[in-house]
Nanobody, 122 residues
Framework: QVQLVESGGGSVQPGGSLRLSCVVFGLDLNNWAIGWFRQAPGKEHVGVSCSSNRNGITYYADFVKGRFTIQRDNAKNTVYLEMDTLTPEDTAVYYC???????????????WGQGTEVTVSS
């Protein structure tokens, strides 16, 4: 059974950092791209970053470039999202999702996690 499990969310002050984890069960990460999405209250899912299974290519949305870093550890079947210099606009539920290759459309992924909540507030 395929399962994606996110963790690492929480509350942090502006300027702070969090590290999210996405552990993947039932899939060989060598064959899958893993994307991170976020959904703010009342809004759609938005692509944040993606780690491709091809040649270590990574993608970032413009609004997180220079602040977020995505890393994968295929041996642990885990993808991480390091988030630095957080702002209140980063407040959302963060999800990971699996697809054969990176894509920015939430619904076009094959598997999704349940999400981990991030709140940035003073």
């Amino acid at each position: 059974q395929v399962q994606l499990v996110e963790s690492g969310g929480g509350s942090v002050q502006p300027g702070g950092s969090l590290r999210l984890s996405c552990v993947v069960f039932g899939l060989d990460l060598n064959n899958w791209a893993i994307g991170w999405f976020r959904q703010a209250p009342g809004k759609e899912h938005v692509g944040v970053s993606c780690s491709s299974n091809r040649n270590g290519i990574t993608y970032y949305a413009d609004f997180v470039k220079g602040r977020f870093t995505i890393q994968r550890d295929n041996a642990k079947n885990t993808v991480y999202l390091e988030m630095d210099t957080l702002t209140p606009e980063d407040t959302a539920v963060y999800y990971c999702a699996a697809r054969a290759y990176c894509g920015s459309t939430w619904s076009e992924h094959n598997y999704w996690g349940q999400g981990t909540e991030v709140t940035v507030s003073s």
